[in-house]
T-cell receptor, first 116, second 114 residues
Framework: ETGVTQTPRHLVMGMTNKKSLKCEQHLGHNAMYWYKQSAKKPLELMFVYSLEERVENNSVPSRFSPECPNSSHLFLHLHTLQPEDSALYLC???????????????FGPGTRLTVL | TQLLEQSPQFLSIQEGENLTVYCNSSSVFSSLQWYRQEPGEGPVLLVTVVTGGEVKKLKRLTFQFGDARKDSSLHITAAQPGDTGLYLCAGSLDGGAGSYQLTFGKGTKLSVIP
């Protein structure tokens, strides 16, 4: 138990569906992250929020839309996804506001997403 | 081209054996982290190394950061089934303020057979 929870743990959706992934951190951290983990590929950083403001967006398609209503919650809204978007989506949080590279990131268990 | 190359990709060993996994790059990292990820879970940080040549020990695990800060190794002594998992290395290219980007390797999948 790392203090970062994600729901749902598993999600199957069609290409025309709209769904949302939720992440909550109970650690009092200031930064939150979305990562994508695909088979045979490295973990890919998608979005970073610091103090509820988006600070990095790594050229992610617009069919992925993040939302950070407060420092404890992070959402990833999904719309008209493609089968190649099937992956494990991981949320993480870290203490730092400045986002030092040595800042420890605490990961949630992930949401296993399958797009049919 | 993969920025961080991890080897081997897969490793299956008997309980009690020793092993070493590697993380190599042509780039210089200001810090490097090792994570272990178990099935159905997110990665959990094991160690962060920041100084070239640094060696850190965590029980039976020994981590080394290369002198040039381009590579790292993880050595496990007397492996146990509980060591089974995906070992990921992740490097920070710029340790300065505002640097959120961690570059991950693909990982080494370790299976320790009882």
């Amino acid at each position: 138990e790392t203090g970062v929870t994600q729901t749902p743990r598993h999600l199957v959706m069609g290409m025309t569906n709209k769904k949302s992934l939720k992440c909550e951190q109970h650690l009092g951290h200031n930064a939150m992250y979305w990562y994508k983990q695909s088979a045979k590929k490295p973990l890919e950083l998608m979005f970073v929020y610091s103090l509820e403001e988006r600070v990095e967006n790594n050229s992610v398609p617009s069919r992925f839309s993040p939302e950070c209503p407060n420092s404890s919650h992070l959402f990833l809204h999904l719309h008209t996804l493609q089968p190649e978007d099937s992956a494990l989506y991981l949320c993480a949080s870290s203490q730092g506001v400045t986002g030092l590279g040595t800042d420890t990131q605490y990961f949630g268990p992930g949401t296993r997403l399958t797009v049919l | 081209t993969q920025l961080l190359e991890q080897s081997p990709q897969f490793l299956s060993i008997q309980e009690g054996e020793n092993l070493t996994v590697y993380c190599n790059s042509s780039s210089v990292f200001s810090s490097l982290q090792w994570y272990r990820q178990e099935p159905g879970e997110g990665p959990v940080l094991l160690v962060t190394v920041v100084t070239g040549g640094e060696v850190k020990k965590l029980k039976r695990l020994t981590f080394q950061f290369g002198d040039a800060r381009k590579d790292s190794s993880l050595h496990i002594t007397a492996a146990q089934p509980g060591d089974t998992g995906l070992y990921l290395c992740a490097g920070s290219l710029d340790g300065g303020a505002g640097s959120y980007q961690l570059t991950f390797g693909k990982g080494t999948k370790l299976s320790v057979i009882p």
